[in-house]
């Protein structure tokens, strides 16, 4: 669906504080203009339980003698070097009348992920208390008191500034396959300037006797590098400082070996020890099982608002679920996240908090990417647009440099596309939002790198993009893209035999029959749309389309692929609420036999 920003308390300062004591309040003010602002308020006082924390400790904000409180009003948690004359964002922020995120009262479970009813808030006391929780945004923090409406806000009161006990710390933990073979990539970030960033490993849990030096950028990129600065948020308001990005190289890792490790730096800290397991060695019969989605996005943990699109302002609710039950499924051995990754927008403090939810699977399995709408749109991309709030792919390609054929190249010129192999499966990722047309860069990278797919080793070929091919959808945008990438590149997937081509986008869960120029045949491709990780729902259409065997958009979860044997698969939606399965399709590709038969003959003649 097209989305376009509403506006909200929280998206903006429009005017400088109104404190009496702030330096921002204009010098020219005579002694009964001063009595009579005093008299009205202006001995607010805003206090903090802590000036300095540790990442994830709760810290209580109180406010006093607000004489004049309404039920608009709210309290924000800034960067504190942000210049509050300007326009500018709150990282995050709760209603003083509720105490959360939502303007209204409710009576919603989160893990639910729906409002069920509302009700008008009484205007909140002069005295009272909320709760926060701030993951490590690396720098000093203070919160603002703000009143008035949304088009004339207030600043009646802020705290001292909050700092962080250990800002340097890493954090956002990511690891993900490397090209070919058995390379392995960490990523991470980290505050502060490094004294010889790393990773401690080894091959048993307690002793990291081996040392690898990590590559860093100590600024990934800076405000100038993101567009539409003009009107989007990205380079503006909702610009965060970035640590710096580091990663290091495994290679020549044995396969299917535990590695333990750690990450960081004598001078700024450790992260905590733990392990994950190398790639498999590519085998037609080795089982492999991933879980794969798209659209997840993020979710404060602590019910405060930020700048979403769904939910009433509340982030992606059910992303935590998903995240929680996939840290919690043994059974998955990587992710593949298709598309729409954080719900950043151009509000660049939520890939702080996206990283923080994941890294407990991050961490330990590879989280696999595709490039979205909402990481590449903007005005003079392949699709224009408003969807990524100016980030234009920069946010995505500094974290995720592994899914591109570039990454070292300029912003403007990655290509984030790729292919990887695992276990008995080729996958093959492509963006829709870059040119994909016959003749284009890409086009002509797809065509190569099905030239590559053995199945005499990796007889399940996946692909997968964001913007779907096939979708039952009531928008018309949907259909035109669909039928855009039907004329592009469908040739090119029967040809090649494509077992399941994955896409997101549209918020439900969509499984088609299989597929030859829009008609159920059996030796068609089998589409998935798996946008069901935490967005809010998409509209389903009353009649389902003719393709449709099964469609949903009631749950949210993720898809687990299970490739059990060179002929077999298995392709499950499980819920996020209890992890029960919602739908449940198997896949016998007796055809894989004489496609394993012909590349082992094409092998034998080399």
Same mark, same amino acid.
């Given at each position: 669906q097209p989305y376009h920003e509403r506006a909200h308390p929280k998206q903006f300062i429009l005017s400088g504080p109104l404190m009496h004591n702030n330096k921002h309040v204009q010098q020219k003010e005579n002694a009964e203009d001063r009595q009579r602002r005093y008299l009205e308020g202006a001995g607010a006082v805003l206090n903090v339980s802590s000036t300095v924390i540790e990442e994830n400790q709760e810290i209580t904000v109180t406010w006093d003698n607000i004489v004049y409180a309404g039920p608009n009003d709210w309290i924000g948690a800034f960067a504190a070097d942000k210049n509050l004359t300007l326009f500018t964002s709150p990282i995050k922020f709760k209603f003083t009348a509720t105490g959360s995120g939502l303007k209204h009262h409710h009576d919603a479970k989160r893990k639910g992920g729906g409002i069920v009813t509302t009700t008008t808030p009484a205007p909140p006391p002069q005295s009272g208390t909320v709760k926060f929780t701030l993951v490590n945004y690396r720098k000093p923090i203070k919160f603002l008191y703000i009143t008035g409406n949304l088009q004339y806000p207030q600043v009646v009161a802020e705290t001292e500034v909050v700092t962080y006990k250990f800002p340097n710390r890493p954090t956002g933990i990511h690891i993900a396959f490397g090209h070919g073979g058995t390379t392995m990539l960490v990523y991470w970030m980290a505050g502060g300037e490094? /004294?010889?960033?790393?990773?401690?490993?080894?091959?048993?849990?307690?002793?990291?006797?081996?040392?690898?030096?990590?590559?860093?950028?100590?600024? $990934?990129?800076? @405000?100038?590098? *993101?567009?539409?600065?003009?009107?989007? +948020?990205?380079?503006?308001?909702?610009?965060?400082?970035?640590?710096?990005?580091?990663?290091?190289?495994? $290679?020549?890792?044995?396969?299917?070996?535990?590695?333990?490790?750690?990450?960081?730096?004598?001078?700024?800290?450790?992260?905590?020890?733990?392990?994950?397991?190398?790639?498999?060695?590519?085998?037609?019969?080795r089982p492999t099982t991933l879980a794969a989605f798209g659209d997840m996005g993020n979710v404060e943990n602590d019910g405060s608002g930020q700048h979403s699109w769904d939910f009433n302002d509340q982030g992606e609710i059910p992303s935590e679920n998903t995240?929680?039950?996939?840290?919690?499924?043994?059974?998955?051995?990587?992710?593949?996240? &298709?598309?729409?990754?954080?719900?950043?927008?151009?509000? =660049?403090? #939520?890939?702080?908090?996206? *990283?923080?939810? &994941?890294?407990?699977? /991050?961490?330990?399995?590879?989280?696999?990417?595709a490039i979205g709408n909402h990481e590449q749109g903007y005005s003079k991309s392949f699709y224009p647009g408003m969807d990524s709030g100016g980030e234009c792919g920069v946010a995505?390609?500094?974290?995720? +440099?592994?899914?591109?054929?570039? +990454?070292?190249?300029?912003? @403007?010129?990655?290509?984030?596309?790729?292919?990887?192999?695992?276990?008995?499966?080729?996958? &093959?990722?492509?963006?829709?939002?870059h040119d994909y047309t016959p003749g284009s860069t890409q086009y002509k990278w797809l #065509?190569?790198?099905?030239?590559?797919?053995?199945? /005499?080793?990796?007889?399940?070929?996946?692909?997968?993009?964001?913007?779907?091919?096939?979708?039952?959808?009531? *928008?018309?945008?949907?259909?035109?893209?669909?039928?855009?990438?039907?004329?592009? =590149? #469908?040739?090119?997937?029967?040809?090649?035999?494509?077992?399941?081509?994955?896409?997101?986008? *549209?918020?439900?869960?969509?499984?088609?029959?299989?597929?030859?120029?829009?008609?159920?045949?059996?030796?068609?491709?089998?589409?998935?749309?798996?946008?069901?990780?935490?967005?809010?729902? /998409?509209?389903?259409?009353?009649? +389902?389309?003719?393709? &449709?065997?099964?469609?949903?958009?009631?749950?949210?979860?993720?898809l687990r692929m299970n490739f059990q044997n060179s002929t077999f698969g298995q392709l499950s939606y499980i819920s996020d609420q209890d992890g029960s399965v919602?739908?449940?399709?198997?896949?016998?590709? #007796?055809?894989?036999?004489?496609?394993?038969?012909r590349d082992k003959k094409k092998k034998m003649k080399k």
């Open positions: 490094p /004294s010889r960033p790393g990773m401690k490993w080894g091959l048993k849990a307690g002793e990291l006797t081996n040392w690898i030096d990590a590559e860093y950028k100590a600024k $990934p990129y800076s @405000p100038g590098d *993101f567009c539409d600065t003009n009107l989007q +948020p990205a380079g503006r308001q909702g610009y965060l400082e970035p640590a710096a990005h580091m990663h290091v190289t495994l $290679p020549d890792i044995p396969y299917d070996t535990r590695v333990y490790y750690q990450i960081g730096d004598s001078a700024h800290g450790w992260s905590l020890e733990t392990s994950f397991l190398s790639k498999p060695k590519p085998d037609p019969e995240t929680n039950l996939i840290a919690n499924d043994p059974l998955s051995e990587f992710v593949l996240h &298709i598309g729409d990754i954080s719900y950043a927008v151009g509000y =660049l403090a #939520e890939w702080d908090n996206f *990283f923080k939810m &994941i890294q407990p699977v /991050s961490s330990t399995k590879a989280w696999m990417t995505y390609n500094s974290f995720f +440099p592994f899914a591109s054929q570039n +990454p070292k190249a300029p912003f @403007p010129e990655r290509q984030p596309w790729y292919d990887f192999v695992y276990g008995n499966v080729h996958f &093959i990722i492509m963006s829709t939002e #065509e190569f790198a099905f030239t590559t797919v053995d199945r /005499s080793v990796t007889p399940w070929l996946v692909f997968a993009g964001h913007r779907p091919m096939y979708v039952d959808s009531a *928008f018309p945008g949907d259909q035109q893209v669909a039928k855009q990438l039907q004329g592009a =590149l #469908e040739d090119m997937l029967i040809d090649n035999q494509v077992d399941v081509a994955l896409w997101g986008h *549209f918020h439900t869960y969509q499984r088609t029959c299989r597929l030859k120029k829009g008609v159920c045949s059996q030796d068609g491709v089998q589409h998935m749309v798996i946008g069901m990780a935490g967005y809010e729902h /998409s509209p389903l259409p009353p009649k +389902p389309a003719s393709f &449709i065997a099964k469609r949903d958009a009631t749950y949210w979860g993720y919602l739908d449940n399709y198997q896949m016998s590709k #007796e055809q894989h036999t004489a496609l394993i038969a």
